[in-house]
Nanobody, 113 residues
Framework: QVQLVESGGGLVQPGGSLRLSCAAS????????MSWVRQAPGKGLEWVSE????????YYADSVKGRFTASRDNAKNTLYLQMNSLKPEDTALYYC??????WGQGTQVTVSS
């Protein structure tokens, strides 16, 4: 069955970095656009980034542009989000999502001193 499993979240100080991963299985990962979406405590869902199926095109929310980088390894069926210069307002549960509608369970990122 389709599975998306995020990992790599944690507690980091402001200005720090984290790399999230999303391992995909049960579908043809290389054929689908993939996205990162986050939900901060008490707030709604916020789209963060999208990457096309080949990995050559990426799109970002203004709030993360220049700090976050999405990438993918289609040979490993894995999506990544490199997050640099993290801010407290980046604290959220981060989900990966496939363009066919499947979502992972999320990984928590907390940015705090």
């Amino acid at each position: 069955q389709v599975q998306l499993v995020e990992s790599g979240g944690g507690l980091v100080q402001p200005g720090g970095s984290l790399r999230l991963s999303c391992a995909a299985s049960g579908f043809a990962f290389r054929d689908y656009y993939m996205s990162w979406v986050r939900q901060a405590p008490g707030k709604g869902l916020e789209w963060v980034s999208e990457i096309n199926s080949g990995g050559g095109s990426t799109y970002y929310a203004d709030s993360v542009k220049g700090r976050f980088t999405a990438s993918r390894d289609n040979a490993k069926n894995t999506l990544y989000l490199q997050m640099n210069s993290l801010k407290p307002e980046d604290t959220a549960l981060y989900y990966c999502a496939a363009s066919h509608g499947s979502w992972g369970q999320g990984t928590q990122v907390t940015v705090s001193s």
